[in-house]
């Protein structure tokens, strides 16, 4: 999410989403801190979306609720982001753009210029601005050969290369890749060869996003007389807004409902699905481990994990390929096979944009500190001078006067977390807890004592979860027991009756005894009783 400020107003460019690591123990999702943006809710122009993918829109419903302004994007990025905020009852004011194209939204004068991506209408977007030109490449490669035909727009970009651009704001994605990507018309090679050696169901699972590769998954459907079924959500949504926007061309008699395939014989069915990423709940996880409600994984299918893992995510796409692996299904995925490649261009593809722009400043965006640390060298090895490049982080700014280009003050950004309903309200504390309870558990002491004279009447009573299981340990916890019920008759007989004393000796006596002699530090919770 990037804000550009000019003449008093802002745009909004992108408004994604990213998903928790492993860090966030029960965080759902990852959205940006709005606040600096909300804060200035009535100078917003309007959100420019520049591809539909969820680290681009997925936010949208969030931030919509708080800042009402007119969304442009191309008509498939609209569909995506409309499914999206529909599922959150949230109305939004829907502009389809095109690319090529040009559109003035207040004082940002804006071009649109084809990309070849991962998913079909994406867009870079040049803003003139009174402080200078800027551009920023979205998410792109250079493909030669795009499954829709829809080649990143080279000429036009030259164009405006020699026109001039101030400031370019580049994808580093693939920074640390040498070379170029390899062009999405090449998986179609591998999968036909999967398709001409299966005698059983296939199952394809790929990112939903992820139309071209759809589309050349039906068309191998299609010609090798297999109708197919779409499972997950959205799978199941961006397939139905791909084919009324016409980037999915199959026939309507080829697809079939989930709850029909078992009509037909199993070489005559493809099963497009979720869950490439091994999330737990996905169609691909549940099939995996038997749970799905309509698909029982037979050792005669063959299934394809066409996309690579997502960093963080490579535990939860290997455990399911032992799965599928374990039932006997014949696997490829993307490393065994050339069934997935990037979306994103490469190390030579990211110099050929910069070599073609030459803008007067570049930045590197899109990517982890490394790779835009990356993207740098690669800069300085076509030319550029090391003042010529900046790397910027979340909060940080940058001021374009007259074409120049030079570092602001920092404003208050970062992540705020989405768990269950609640937004933000768990933060570094709540994961802190989380963690240490993940790793040591908590063990509970239940004391009931006199209001009046701070007698002991009951307890202390000790319940472990995820310390240690009570049956297999009874006899550290007896002891723990005594320890506790020595520290509290101590104050028993100084009649102290201040919970806050009476919770500090438990937690003292406890947690030094199970140190000692387990070398453990359980969350001690201690519950006192009065009567």
């Not at 936010?59 to 609209?78: I, R």
């Not at 916890?477 to 506790?484: Q, S, Y």
């Amino acid at each position: 999410m990037m804000a550009i400020e000019a003449a008093g107003r802002i745009l909004v460019v992108d408004c994604g989403l990213s998903f928790p690591n492993e860090e966030m123990l029960g965080v759902d999702l990852v959205l940006p801190d709005f606040t600096w943006v909300v804060e200035r809710a009535d100078r917003v122009e309007a959100v420019l979306l520049t591809h539909g993918h969820e680290d681009h829109v997925g936010a949208l419903s969030w931030f919509l609720q708080q800042v009402d302004v007119p969304v442009y994007g191309t008509s498939l990025t609209l569909g995506i982001a409309g499914r999206r905020l529909s599922e959150f009852d949230v109305k939004a004011d829907m502009r389809a753009v095109a690319a090529p194209g040009s559109l003035e939204l207040g004082p940002f004068k804006c071009r649109f210029f084809t990309v070849s991506h991962s998913i079909p209408d994406a867009m870079a977007v040049a803003l003139d601005t009174p402080g200078g030109r800027i551009f920023y490449t979205g998410d792109f490669k250079l493909d030669p050969s795009p499954i829709d035909g829809r080649h990143t727009d080279l000429e036009g970009l030259a164009e405006m290369g020699r026109e001039g651009v101030d400031l370019m704001l580049s994808d580093s994605t693939n920074a640390e890749t040498p070379g170029r990507t390899p062009s999405e018309s090449i998986v179609g090679d591998a999968l036909r060869d999967v398709f001409t050696g299966s005698s059983g169901r296939i199952i394809v699972a790929c990112f939903a996003s992820n139309l071209h590769r759809i589309q050349q998954v039906c068309e191998l459907s299609e010609s090798n007389d297999r109708k197919v079924a779409f499972v997950g959500r959205s799978m199941l949504a961006n397939a139905d807004v791909g084919q009324e926007l016409g980037h999915l061309r199959v026939d309507p008699k080829t697809i079939v409902e989930l709850d029909k395939i078992e009509q037909y014989r199993p070489e005559e069915i493809t099963i497009i699905c979720t869950g490439s990423q091994g999330e737990p709940l996905s169609a691909l996880s549940l099939i995996a481990s038997g749970e799905h409600k309509h698909i029982r994984l037979r050792s005669n299918d063959t299934v394809i994990l066409s996309a690579s893992p997502i960093p963080g995510n490579e535990s939860a796409v290997h455990r399911v390929l032992n799965e599928l692996f374990r039932v006997g299904a014949d696997v490829y995925h993307s490393g065994i096979a050339r069934v997935h490649v990037s979306g994103h261009g490469a190390s030579e593809e990211l110099q050929e944009m910069a070599s073609l722009i030459r803008p007067r400043h570049l930045v590197p965006v899109h990517g982890e500190y490394r790779q835009l640390a990356t993207h740098r060298k690669l800069a300085e090895a076509v030319g550029f001078a090391s003042d010529q490049i900046t790397i910027v982080e979340d909060g940080d700014t940058l001021e374009l006067r007259n074409g120049v280009t030079i570092r602001g003050e920092r404003v208050q950004a970062g992540m705020v977390l989405v768990d269950g309903l609640g937004v933000g309200d768990v933060g570094p504390v709540v994961l802190r807890d989380r963690k240490h309870l993940a790793e040591d558990g908590i063990l509970i002491c239940v004391v009931t004592i006199d209001a009046q004279s701070g007698e002991l009447l009951a307890g202390p009573d000790l319940i472990s979860r995820g310390f240690v299981h009570i049956d297999e340990s009874r006899e550290l916890l007896e002891d723990a027991t005594d320890r506790v019920q020595v520290a509290l008759e101590a104050l028993e007989a100084e009649h102290v009756t201040d919970w806050g004393a009476i919770k500090k000796v438990c937690r003292r006596s406890l947690g030094e005894f199970v140190w000692r002699e387990t070398r453990r530090r359980p969350v001690i919770l201690p519950v006192i009783q009065e009567v």
